[in-house]
């Protein structure tokens, strides 16, 4: 059975996508005078892939007029020729769509499918590690990176600096109060949120190891192991992230070494997963 997953994207922002790339009307199929034919388009899975956006592909077939039927939802896992989405309509509001719609696809499943596949590699080294997305989505995408961070089984990071706590050492820079003070500080104005510590090296790890995350850049394996065992001997119940270079090829071995969070940015640069389109006449 098809479960949809709720649209990333709202019929203004989709009407947005459609209007750039459609400004002025399709000026070929108008020129032919085909416009006004019926017939239906289809959308396959070319590539294994964990399918994300078919929903919002869909809402962009039915605002140009169409008829919409989903076959897959995100989230879901699709085999080579797997049907994704099918939509009858006249050939002209099928052209309007298709480019966009099928673009839409193609990238949120890139996203997905590449935090699958590190997601699964970070379980195979600790069952209950958690891969998070950065926010360093393609500016304007933060919504449908979201959704494809959800549908690969993983999280956000960070959906923006609204609502999370995270001290970089570009924050500490402007600090004149020792660790412990700043952490108290962050409690008594965000009780309900938990304090979260980049650091570069282990021992600036223990200075900060009263926090509630603290967040490894660009640590080795090795090296988070060696941090995660120090600050157990420190007495420090910080759950450990990695973060930085975190990938499918590496994240099991984070895990392994005691990583429970692993943070990164490859899924928003994975290329995008390839949706086959095919057209044909109606009756």
């Not at 449908?144 to 820079?173: D, I, N, P, Q, Y």
């Not at 895990?255 to 057209?279: E, I, Y």
């Amino acid at each position: 059975m098809i479960r949809p997953q709720p649209l990333a994207l709202d019929d203004h922002r989709l009407q947005q996508l459609l209007a750039e790339d459609v400004p002025y009307g399709d000026l070929t199929t108008e020129a032919l005078e085909i416009d006004a034919r019926p017939g239906q388009i289809r959308l396959f899975a070319r590539d294994p892939m964990v399918v994300c956006g078919i929903e919002e592909a869909a809402r962009m077939f039915e605002l140009c007029g169409a008829r919409a039927t989903l076959h897959a939802a995100s989230g879901q896992q699709a085999a080579p020729e797997t049907l994704l989405l099918e939509a009858s309509a006249e050939a002209g509001i099928l052209h309007r769509a298709w480019k966009s719609a099928q673009t839409l696809v193609e990238w949120c499943s890139g996203v997905a499918s590449r935090a699958a596949e590190i997601q699964e590699a970070a379980r195979r080294g600790r069952p209950e590690a958690l891969v998070a997305l950065t926010r360093k989505n393609v500016p304007g995408t933060r919504r449908l990176a979201v959704k494809a961070a959800r549908a690969a089984g993983a999280a956000m990071h960070r959906t923006g600096l609204s609502e999370t706590l995270l001290v970089f050492a570009e924050h500490r820079l402007f600090l004149d109060e020792e660790p412990a003070a700043a952490i108290a500080r962050l409690r008594r104005r965000c009780p309900e949120k938990r304090v979260v510590v980049e650091v570069e090296d282990g021992a600036e790890a223990l200075v900060w190891a009263a926090a509630d995350v603290i967040q490894l850049e660009k640590f080795s394996p090795a090296a988070v192991a060696e941090t995660v065992a120090a600050l157990a001997a420190a007495g420090s119940t910080a759950l450990v992230a990695a973060a930085g270079g975190v990938n499918a090829a590496n994240a099991e071995d984070y895990a392994r070494a005691g990583a429970r969070l692993l943070v990164t940015s490859a899924p928003h640069l994975a290329p995008p997963r390839d949706v086959q389109v095919r057209f044909a006449r109606g009756v």
